[in-house]
């Protein structure tokens, strides 16, 4: 991390680059410090068994994923007929500005809690609160 700092101010890269890389290196310092860590009796057990987790999930995280890109190509298409009908209101609020993107990632939030509801009546209402209640309860 030092020798990347230390790069990065030499060639006079911006402020905001240099913070991101310092996180990113301080993301992957952390996980180098997981993995040493290993070594010792009392920790050993918790990374494996945080590894055998990880490995043991993959199916479940492949079932979510696609129960939400489901229910997000569902609203994508509602909201863009929304927007070829002259409709203000958008069911998907800009994330990231790819619209998949941020389908995905405002279905994502409605597994997790987040009911942002506001833009949901108009066009098609009925057809959006159902597969909003199937989310909550497919995805939850």
Known sequence: MNALTMFLHAVHAEV???????????????????YWLRLFESTAA?????????NDIVPFLTFLVCCIAMF????????????????????IGPVFGVN?????????????GEFDIEAFNGLDS??????FLLTTFIAQ
Do not use: P
């Open 16 to 34: 905001r680059t240099q913070k991101l890389l310092a996180a990113v290196a301080m993301f992957m310092m952390y996980i180098k410090l997981f």
């Open 46 to 54: 918790f990374i494996r068994m945080l590894y055998e987790i990880i």
């Open 100 to 112: 998949f993107l941020d389908a995905f990632v405002r279905t994502y939030l409605v597994a997790l």
């Open 72 to 91: 997000a190509n569902s609203m994508l298409i509602l909201d863009q007929s929304r927007r070829i009908n002259g409709e203000e209101d958008s069911l």
């Open 126 to 131: 009925s057809l959006v609160w159902c597969f």
